[in-house]
Structures are given as structure tokens and as C-alpha cells.
């Protein structure tokens, strides 16, 4: 039985709800694999990006075409915005992908996932109001806990603590994203929405590959075809599918399954080690990402 129809065979069902909880798990769990497949890649980092996004277009089409949203047709005032966000994207993408390859991937996770802070703040900006309560203890243990591993990296070496800024810079142009689509994904729809974004980030990432001097054929493709299976396809569209079901509270509490699966790996297959001070440091970001995710919704 597949999650889609146990939804439709009882709203509030002990199978339905356990699937749908195990579709948000696994596809955070499958973002998370995301850093370390393109650290086994043996193209450049941006160059996996690129992979990444090329390689899932016919997917999404035919996810897009399947849920009966529209691939053309779109107005051009939409399609610009689609192409602006979709830069921040590419750029959000390069970024990240580069910081991953310097520093440690729980913390290149954490900050990739940082919009959500980034979010919390544009709404005071929006709303032109002072953060208040709960807040400003996000804003309180973001700061706290991104100093804490931002110093820890600096002790390990410079280049770690310059992936951790290139991951924060990832997590900002993410929000640039989110804040610039959010009315082209109501009126064309999610899987709509990723094409797009995907025909005109895929390009930019390839460009950027090309003058970064990036080995971009790759000759082992099983890094390559995995990352964009578990992380474009599994991860992006078990999330796609299952976030209108919970309230934003427990898709924050289930985001932090990202950083710890990530941290794990990091531990067992890179022998990255987290004292006690990286892992307050962790909780804290976790915290203030959860936070977050409750007053942004």
C-alpha cells in the first residue's frame, strides 16, 4: 500500500499516520547523505550540483505532468521571479557544495538549513516588529551555538571555519530563494516550481563548475546518480509530499534528524570527532532552527 492511498483510507489512521511520519524521516535522512556523496563524487563539488539538478529534470516533469501542474504557459512576470530565485538557488547550491568540502558535515548541515533563522528575521523586517518571547531565544542560541562551532573550526584550521562561512552563505541565499518564489509556488505548484528552478540553476551551476577549473565528467557515476536519486527525488519529494500534513513544530523536530545523521557519518566514515562543547553548540542551532520553524510556520 503506498503512502497516498493510506491517506485516503482514513484521516486519522494509526498506518496513515505512521507512514506519513516515516516519509518525513526518510526524506530528511536522505538530504542527510546528501554532503557525503558529494564529498565520494569525483567531480568538483559545484559540478555535483550540477549533476544533481540536470540528471532529476525528467523526474520532476513527470512528477509535474502526474499531479496535472502546468510546465508551460507560465506568465513571464512569474517566470522572472522563477529566474532570480533561481540564481539564488545555484548560488545557494555552489555554495553549499563547497563548503562541504571544507568543513565538518554536521556543521555544514546545520548552517545549510540556516534560512529558516534567516526567514525568522525577514518576518521582523516585513513586519517591522521586535522579535519577542520564544523569538528572541532563537535568535539568543543561533548566535550562541554558531560562534561555538565557528570557533571550534577555527581551532581545527582555517580552511574548516571558511567551509562553515561558505554553509552560512548557502543558508542565506536559501531563504533569497524561498522569499522570492513563494508566490510563483502557489501559482504554479511545487513540482512545477523545481523544473524551472532546476532548467535555470542547473546552467549556472555548470558555469560556475567551468570557470572554477572543476572536473565535471565524472568517471565513477555512482556518487553522482546516488546523490541525485536520494537527494532531489527522495529526499525533495517525500518532503514535498508529507509537509502540508504536519504542523511545523514536528517538521522542525524531524529536520534535526539532518544534522545528527550527518555528524554521524562525518564520525564514522571521516573520523570527524565532536567534543562536548561541538555538540552545545549543535543543540543550540538545532534549537533556535526549531524555534524558527514554529513561529514562521
Same mark, same amino acid.
Given at each position: ?12 489512521? +494509526? ?19 546528501? @554532503? ?5 563524487? %569525483?567531480?568538483? @563539488? ?13 523526474? #520532476? ?6 499531479? $496535472? ?5 507560465? @506568465? ?15 548560488? %545557494? ?5 563547497? $563548503?562541504? /568540502? ?12 540556516? !534560512? ?14 521586535? @522579535?519577542?518571547? *520564544? ?19 577555527? /581551532? ?7 567551509? %562553515?562561512?561558505?554553509? #552560512?552563505?548557502? $543558508?542565506?541565499? *536559501?531563504?533569497? *530563494? ?10 504554479? $505548484? ?23 577549473? /572543476?572536473?565535471?565528467? +565524472?568517471? %565513477? ?30 517538521? &522542525? ?22 567534543? +562536548?562543547?561541538?555538540?552545545? &553548540? ?14 514562521? !510556520?
Amino acid at each position: 500500500m503506498s503512502i497516498e492511498s493510506a491517506t485516503h483510507s482514513g484521516e486519522d489512521s +494509526p498506518l496513515r499516520r505512521a507512514l506519513l511520519i516515516l516519509a518525513l524521516l526518510v526524506g530528511n535522512v536522505a538530504l542527510a547523505c546528501g @554532503p557525503w556523496l558529494v564529498r565520494l563524487a %569525483d567531480t568538483g @563539488p559545484v559540478s555535483a550540483g550540477f549533476w544533481r539538478l540536470f540528471l532529476a529534470l525528467p523526474f #520532476l516533469a513527470l512528477l509535474a505532468r502526474s499531479t $496535472g501542474q502546468k510546465l508551460t504557459g507560465i @506568465p513571464r512576470r512569474t517566470l522572472v521571479l522563477v529566474a532570480l530565485g533561481s540564481i539564488a538557488f545555484g548560488l %545557494d547550491l555552489a555554495s553549499w557544495h563547497i $563548503g562541504i /568540502e571544507l568543513t565538518r558535515l554536521g556543521n555544514a548541515t546545520l548552517f545549510g538549513n540556516a !534560512g529558516s533563522i534567516v526567514l525568522l528575521f525577514w518576518g521582523f523586517i516585513v513586519a517591522r516588529a521586535s @522579535p519577542r518571547g *520564544y523569538e528572541w531565544l532563537a535568535i539568543v542560541f543561533a548566535l550562541t551555538g554558531a560562534a561555538i562551532l565557528m570557533g571550534r573550526s577555527l /581551532e581545527i584550521s582555517t580552511s574548516t571555519f571558511i567551509g %562553515d562561512l561558505f554553509c #552560512l552563505a548557502a $543558508g542565506l541565499l *536559501y531563504a533569497v *530563494y524561498l522569499i522570492n518564489l513563494q508566490g510563483a509556488r502557489q501559482a504554479i $505548484g511545487g513540482w512545477s516550481l523545481l523544473v524551472w528552478v532546476s532548467i535555470f540553476a542547473s546552467p549556472l551551476l555548470l558555469v560556475i563548475a567551468l570557470v572554477l577549473g /572543476e572536473p565535471v565528467w +565524472p568517471t %565513477d557515476w555512482t556518487p553522482i546518480i546516488v546523490l541525485f536519486i536520494s537527494s532531489q527525488l527522495v529526499g525533495q519529494g517525500l518532503l514535498v509530499f508529507v509537509l502540508r500534513h504536519f504542523p511545523p513544530l514536528v517538521i &522542525g523536530l524531524a529536520l534535526l534528524t539532518q544534522p545528527a545523521v550527518a555528524a554521524l557519518i562525518g564520525f564514522s566514515v571521516f573520523g570527524e570527532l565532536l567534543t +562536548p562543547l561541538d555538540i552545545a &553548540g549543535m543543540v543550540l542551532v538545532g534549537s533556535a532552527l526549531v524555534i524558527a520553524r514554529m513561529r514562521s !510556520g
